[in-house]
T-cell receptor
Framework: GDSVTQMEGPVTLSEEAFLTINCTYTATGYPSLFWYVQYPGEGLQLLLKATKADDKGSNKGFEATYRKETTSFHLEKGSVQVSDSAVYFCSTGGFKTIFGAGTRLFVKA | EAGVAQSPRYKIIEKRQSVAFWCNPISGHATLYWYQQILGQGPKLLIQFQNNGVVDDSQLPKDRFSAERLKGVDSTLKIQPAKLEDSAVYLC????????????FGSGTRLTVV
């Protein structure tokens, strides 16, 4: 069946460091792909999305590119801030949405 | 626009008791979802509605969980009787349609079963 695999956390970085959170998926066809962010005590918020191969989603300095050949959708940010500390979830879209287990990010000042 | 509203925010019950959660989706969103998020895990879909019809409830433990969406707007999720392993955050989400638009989530209800 469909699945989403994210790199295990927690990921701890210093402020202004470069961030990569890996995400790979298995799915039937070519689903839309999403990244969500969850701050403590809150629900998930849609961060960015890509709907087809080679699309790049971007928002708030975060980017992810839909790579069909490697079935990946890695999340990147060039310079993280303390306020980016949260849990990040990768997911597929379409009729059957599957979420990864989440990757917790800690950013130190 | 107003977000997805959920209540209550927190609930503590004893095992074998019953509990109900309420969700009001974004106006105009036809699709509504209930997810269960156990601590440290990603959300797991319990049930998906399209308007007031059930699209997918394959992972809903139907012996104890039930959900309804009357008139295609608000929804309630009920657990009866609750077990210790039901302790989790219950998230409601809505979307314009079943497709590539992504979801809007509510803040969730944190359930603790003791």
């Amino acid at each position: 069946g469909d699945s989403v695999t994210q790199m295990e956390g927690p990921v701890t970085l210093s402020e202004e460091a470069f961030l990569t959170i890996n995400c790979t998926y298995t799915a039937t066809g070519y689903p839309s792909l999403f990244w969500y962010v969850q701050y403590p005590g809150e629900g998930l918020q849609l961060l960015l999305k890509a709907t087809k191969a080679d699309d790049k989603g971007s928002n708030k300095g975060f980017e992810a590119t839909y790579r069909k050949e490697t079935t990946s959708f890695h999340l990147e940010k060039g310079s993280v801030q303390v306020s980016d500390s949260a849990v990040y979830f990768c997911s597929t879209g379409g009729f059957k949405t599957i979420f990864g287990a989440g990757t917790r990010l800690f950013v130190k000042a | 626009e107003a977000g997805v509203a959920q209540s209550p925010r927190y609930k503590i019950i004893e095992k074998r008791q019953s509990v109900a959660f309420w969700c009001n989706p974004i106006s105009g969103h036809a699709t509504l979802y209930w997810y269960q998020q156990i601590l440290g895990q990603g959300p797991k879909l319990l049930i998906q509605f399209q308007n007031n019809g059930v699209v997918d409830d394959s992972q809903l433990p139907k012996d104890r969980f039930s959900a309804e969406r009357l008139k295609g707007v608000d929804s309630t999720l009920k657990i009866q009787p609750a077990k210790l392993e039901d302790s989790a955050v219950y998230l409601c989400a809505s979307s314009l349609e079943i497709s590539g638009y992504g979801y809007t989530f509510g803040s969730g209800t944190r359930l603790t079963v003791v």
